[in-house]
Every structure is written in structure tokens, then in C-alpha cells.
């Protein structure tokens, strides 16, 4: 069975302007997600900015996540690294803090071949007993999953369950997914082809629309999967122009600035990642509102 199906939330870490872990205002985006149908929280990831999270941060923001859902949604945490030991380890901190899965990166900058990302992935699946979804995104790391890679993963490793695919390549998509024929659990990485991905067999997204529109999100993957895919389509096309906001520039910056204009957070991020342009700032305020997740001016 799969960890989850539907449109699971990557999570936001919010900051203080300090540059501290806002912890209450952590609180009520995870009750704003649970209340607004989101089918699982996604916590450490990309769009978590776990990368400049210390260890112990890090691990503190998985045991904070996982309480404060009380296994009301699954909790799947980030647990990845470019070190085999060091996501051992998260891996294993992760699973004693109750986390439903993980969500385990190919490894950035020393990349490895497909052997090595296969004894990558066992190693540190092998040492926890919890599922894990792979995460397929060459253009943040510069190494890419193959899909007889992950086809071997997940029929040789019992709790290597699935990948969540940002590649943004359908044709390869495609292709794995008959080379699976059943055993690897596709989860969508990119909000923009979420219809495509589930008509290929998808199990759902694991998005940054989400943050600012979850129910919205959570109803183009029901809407598919009741059988109204007409419905889910049509909702689909209508988010596109909110998505092109959210990736106007690198991800977490204008999900950040979102959730600071729904009144959130402060949208403070850590360097390297800087402020919103105003000009892209503006659109994403007007798409916002369009797509109503923000009062229009006025009422």
C-alpha cells in the first residue's frame, strides 16, 4: 500500500527574521494543511530548506512536524544527503521520532553512477524499517535516477517503495512506469503536470502548490482518481498561471513570499536563497488573488 495518495504538501520552514526556526508559525501551517484536506506533510525537503538546517535542526523540525500532526495525515520526512552515513543517520533519528517515510535525494555534487546511487539508496534503506519514496530531480543535484535504476531499487529493497519524479520528462516517466508494471509508487514532482503523472499511473504530488492551496491541489488528484477527469484537467489548467508564479524564481523564494502575504510568516529565508524581486513579487500577488487564495483588494 502506498504511504499516501493524493497531493502531500512540501512543507515551508519558517524563519524568524533572526533566522531561528518560527516554530508557532510552523504550528499553524501544518493546522492550515491538515484542516484544508492535505493527504500528507512532506518536511525537510527543497522547498524546507533543509539543506541549511543544521543536524540538529533538522531533526528538531521532523520531531516537531510529527507531534504536532498526532498521525492525523502521514508524516514523511527528508531525510537525504550526498553522504551515505550522514542519511543513515537522519534516516534513523527520523523513524525514532515517529515519521511514516522518508524522502530520500539523489546525492549532489559527487554524484556517483547508477551502481552507486543503487548501493546509496539500499545502504540507508536497509538500516530503517519505514518506507521510502526516492527523489528523482537531476536539476538540482546533477545526477539522475535511471528508471532501471529505480525499478531494481524498488523490487530489490522491500521498504524502497516509490520516487517522487521532478525530472519533468514525461517520455522517461513513461518509460518506467512499463518497466515497473506495478511496483514503484509515482509520485509527481512538478505541479504543473500533475494530470499527466497520474494518468501515467501516478499516486499523486508532492507539491509546493500546496502550501498556498491545498485543498485546491488535494482536489485535482481526487477528482482524477473518482474518475472526473475532466474535472481534475480543468483544475489543473486553471493553477498553471499560479504554478509559473511559484517558480518564477528558485524554490523556496516565492512560496516563502506567499505564505508571508497569507499572513503566515515572515518569508525570512537563509542566504544563499535572498529576497523576492518586487516585479515577480507583484505577479505572484496578482495570481494569488486571482486564483483566490488572497482577498481582492477591496472587499
Known amino acids: 500500500m502506498a504511504i499516501f495518495r493524493g497531493a502531500g504538501v512540501a512543507i515551508i520552514t519558517p524563519f524568524h527574521e533572526d533566522g531561528s526556526v518560527d516554530y508557532e508559525a510552523f504550528g499553524k501551517l501544518i493546522e492550515f494543511q491538515v484542516a484544508n484536506q492535505t493527504d500528507a506533510i512532506i518536511v525537510c525537503g527543497t522547498t524546507g530548506e533543509s539543506s541549511t538546517l543544521t543536524h540538529e535542526e533538522h531533526l528538531e523540525v ?24 550522514t542519511a543513515v543517520y537522519l534516516s534513523g533519528e527520523a523513524q525514532k521520532s515517529g515519521a511514516d517515510g522518508l524522502l530520500l535525494v539523489t546525492p549532489y555534487y559527487n554524484k556517483g553512477t547508477q551502481n552507486g546511487l543503487y548501493g546509496h539508496f539500499k545502504t540507508i534503506a536497509d538500516s530503517v524499517e519505514i518506507p521510502v519514496i526516492l527523489y528523482n530531480i537531476p536539476g538540482r543535484t546533477g545526477v539522475a535516477l535511471q528508471p532501471e535504476t529505480i525499478v531494481r531499487l524498488c523490487r530489490d529493497v522491500d521498504n524502497i517503495v516509490g520516487v517522487k519524479d521532478a525530472t519533468g520528462n514525461i517520455g522517461q516517466t513513461a518509460h518506467l512506469m512499463q518497466l515497473a508494471d506495478g511496483c514503484v509508487d509515482l509520485y509527481s514532482g512538478e505541479d504543473g503536470i500533475i494530470v499527466p503523472m497520474l494518468s ?45 508564479a511559484l517558480f518564477s524564481e528558485v524554490n523556496p523564494i516565492p512560496v516563502k513570499k506567499a505564505a508571508q502575504l497569507m499572513g503566515f510568516c515572515s518569508g525570512a529565508l537563509r542566504m544563499p536563497l535572498t529576497e523576492m524581486e518586487a516585479a515577480h513579487a507583484a505577479v505572484l500577488e496578482k495570481e494569488m488573488t486571482k486564483f483566490g487564495v488572497l482577498p481582492a483588494a477591496g472587499r
Open 62 to 85: 521532523i520531531r516537531y512536524c510529527v507531534e504536532k500532526v498526532n498521525h492525523r495525515i502521514p508524516v514523511i520526512a527528508g531525510t537525504g544527503s550526498n553522504c551515505t552515513q
Open 200 to 244: 501515467l499511473g501516478g499516486k499523486g504530488v508532492i507539491s509546493v502548490l500546496s502550501n498556498v492551496a491545498p485543498r485546491q491541489t488535494h482536489e485535482i488528484c481526487s477528482r482524477f482518481f473518482e474518475g472526473d477527469v475532466e474535472g481534475s484537467r480543468k483544475l489543473q489548467l486553471r493553477a498553471l498561471p499560479l504554478i509559473d
